[in-house]
T-cell receptor
């Protein structure tokens, strides 16, 4: 059963043409993340939401925006995609597991959207 | 968060144990060691985590040295489907919701 669902699996856009990637979750988790992963590199965090509170990483370009209209859905908007924005975009949710004293965070990832920019 | 060091790549024969090392010599007492893996073209998947005791679950075992400066992830009977990039991550415990920073990881290739 898919828990974090990303659509579409593959997305092709043109240079400079706005594009939106979507993510939905059935886990009812408070936190949702967007990561960017370029070829042969590790995933890099772009931003995350704790409920409706948006947290941007310091080095995330202004070209990247996000929306979270409700608990289940989160969107990644790229306002003017450049060739360097071609990458896999991964959505994740997280939940605190265990007791507060020994609580740890477990991330659940979607399968990602592979974005190509022509 | 403490920095981790992992070998770039490792090979393992199918059916044998895969032992993936991770060095985290600057780890502090309240930091967990997490392991995730990423199979090609999929999102990362949680495997296991530990603080100071050895841990085992249905996927793997985690051995943490007594001084906590290094750990080893063990896949007891590797299969072809275990071919993936394995990430060792150190993160403060009890920090509530936080962000995991992925390093370069180890590419494990399981061969027939």
């Amino acid at each position: 059963d898919a828990m974090v669902i990303q659509n579409p699996r593959y997305q092709v856009t043109q240079f400079g043409k706005p594009v939106t990637l979507s993510c939905s979750q059935t886990l009812n988790h408070n936190v949702m993340y967007w990561y960017q992963q370029k070829s042969s590199q590790a995933p890099k965090l772009l931003f995350h939401y704790y409920d409706k509170d948006f947290n941007n990483e310091a080095d995330t370009p202004d070209n990247f925006q996000s929306r979270r209209p409700n608990t289940s859905f989160c969107f990644l908007d790229i306002r003017s995609p450049g060739l360097g924005d071609a990458a896999m975009y991964l959505c994740a949710t997280s939940s605190l597991m265990g007791k507060r004293q020994g609580a740890y965070e477990k991330l659940f990832f979607g399968s990602g959207t592979q974005l190509s920019v022509l | 968060d403490a920095k981790t060091t992992q070998p770039t790549s490792m090979d393992c024969a199918e059916g044998r144990a895969a032992n993936l090392p991770c060095n985290h010599s600057t780890i502090s007492g309240n930091e967990y060691v997490y392991w995730y893996r990423q199979i090609h073209s999929q999102g990362p998947q949680y495997i296991i985590h530990g603080l100071k005791n050895n841990e085992t679950n249905e996927m793997a075992s985690l051995i943490i040295t007594e001084d906590r400066k290094s750990s080893t992830l063990i896949l007891p009977h590797a299969t072809l489907r275990d071919t993936a990039v394995y990430y060792c991550i150190v993160r403060v415990a009890n920090s509530g919701y936080s962000t995991l920073t992925f390093g370069k990881g180890t590419m494990l290739l399981v061969s027939p």
